[in-house]
């Protein structure tokens, strides 16, 4: 048996992530959804996806705004949780390696990620699992890891933590057939997910689209410049809705799967 559990991370970040979002999971394709507690949009996410059935919810955790001109801050007030914050401003710092090396309380860090989680359930969202924007897990503070602050709290409000859960890795496609990016973007996942053997496989991915809200996000000292990360997601977006890659899955037998539902498997 050949399991995918698809993903797509950042919703309620802006108005662009999310309805790219729900456009593949209108299309069937999308089957967890990583929503930001802390995202601008957060109040627009949950319009498109409180009381779906359809698909698993999961709190994105984050604690860094990684992009130039695109930043988020705590749902706490900054006072609460000083040891978040990008020296001199409101936001977070811009990775989790940043904070890292800052130096941050692991206190702060689970009340804000427990906020976040307050602030999204007020909202009518059903939380299932939890998961790390960027992987912010790794960083520690006076020797404990915040992966291991992380587990407790999952244990405390009974969400999956799926950092743990072992999936199968994907062998790479160098090339795969279609006519647009789009379409060969979808039959390299389902080539790579079919050529790598009987499993369960997580594919992540961050469906945008090509708008100035997401045209925002970039990182100038890379020498990355506006858009080009919009074109990126908008090219998953279409990937997942405008291709067959919903149909090619069926065909093949790749079963479309919900974190509850691997849990459910074992």
């Not at 662009?16 to 996410?45: D, H």
């Not at 130096?103 to 790390?132: C, N, P, W």
């Not at 999956?160 to 390299?188: C, K, W, Y």
Request: with cysteine; aromatic share 6%.
């Amino acid at each position: 048996m050949i399991s995918l559990v698809t993903r797509a991370d950042d919703a309620g970040g802006c108005i662009s992530a999310n309805e790219a979002i729900l456009e593949a999971v209108e299309a069937g394709a999308v089957r967890n959804i990583s929503i930001m507690g802390c995202g601008a949009e957060l109040e627009q996410a949950a319009t498109f996806f409180a009381g779906r059935s359809d698909v698993c919810l999961g709190l994105h955790v984050t604690l860094n705004a990684e992009w130039d001109t695109v930043k988020w801050g705590p749902v706490l007030p900054t006072d609460q949780v000083p040891s978040l914050l990008q020296p001199g401003t409101s936001y977070f710092t811009p990775t989790p390696k940043d904070l890292q090396e800052k130096g941050f309380a692991i206190a702060e860090a689970i009340a804000e990620v427990k906020a976040q989680l307050e602030r999204m359930r007020s909202l009518g969202l059903h939380i299932t699992y939890l998961d790390e924007h960027m992987g912010v897990g790794w960083i520690a503070s006076n020797g404990q890891k915040l992966r291991d602050a992380l587990a407790t709290f999952c244990e405390q409000e009974g969400l999956l933590d799926v950092h743990p859960i072992p999936f199968s890795r994907m062998s790479p496609v160098a090339t795969a057939i279609g006519d647009t990016p789009a379409e060969q973007l979808a039959n390299r996942w389902v080539a790579s997910v079919e050529q790598a053997g009987d499993g369960t496989y997580l594919l992540v991915t961050h469906p945008g689209k090509i708008a100035p809200d997401m045209e925002a996000y970039f990182h100038a000292h890379t020498g990355q410049k506006p858009g080009e990360v919009a074109a990126e997601r908008d090219t998953e977006r279409l990937a997942f809705a405008h291709t067959n890659f919903v149909s090619e899955c069926q065909k093949r037998g790749i079963r479309l799967l919900r974190y509850d539902e691997v849990q459910a498997h074992g």
